[in-house]
């Protein structure tokens, strides 16, 4: 598997964007700004789901986008339970398995994941190697990372 770090996700378009939220609340950061402008469909579908707190904390769900190219998935990554709690690295890890999980499953080639607040890419790094280590067909080996501002 190999990491690169770009500095604009949305000039590649990878086959799947990692979108890390808390579990009871509409995120306001960059990165949701520029999805919601992206793909209004997912974030009226997202925000839905926000308001009747349909998200468990700590899991990953997929989201499908019917397109010929570019993105066709973006799977949302719950890092917290509400935006007022400390991210923590076992929960983090948690995750990290769930969004692999996922991968897995759909069968994705290449993701695009933040370098999330007060998480060492490193660290993200090596969390990403060792969850796809659990599957060894696992098809995913191309992981884009890029800071989310």
């Not at 306001?28 to 793909?39: P, V």
């Not at 969004?99 to 007060?118: F, G, K, T």
Request: with cysteine; charged share 25%.
């Amino acid at each position: 598997m190999r990491f690169q770090f770009v500095e604009n996700i949305f000039d590649l378009y990878p086959e799947a964007l990692a979108h890390p939220i808390n579990s009871i609340g509409l995120s306001h950061d960059l990165l949701t700004k520029k999805i919601r402008k992206i793909w209004p469909d997912y974030y009226r579908e997202y925000a839905r789901t926000c308001l009747r707190k349909h998200f468990e904390p700590y899991r990953s769900y997929h989201y499908s986008i019917n397109t010929l190219f570019g993105t066709n998935h973006i799977i949302i990554m719950t890092i917290r339970n509400n935006w007022q709690e400390k991210l923590r690295q076992d929960l983090m890890r948690k995750t990290v398995e769930s969004v692999i999980e996922q991968c897995h499953n759909r069968e994705i080639h290449n993701l695009a994941i933040p370098i999330i607040e007060n998480i060492p890419q490193k660290w993200l790094e090596q969390e990403i190697e060792n969850a796809s280590k659990k599957f060894p067909d696992i098809k995913l080996n191309l992981v884009y990372l890029f800071e989310n501002n």
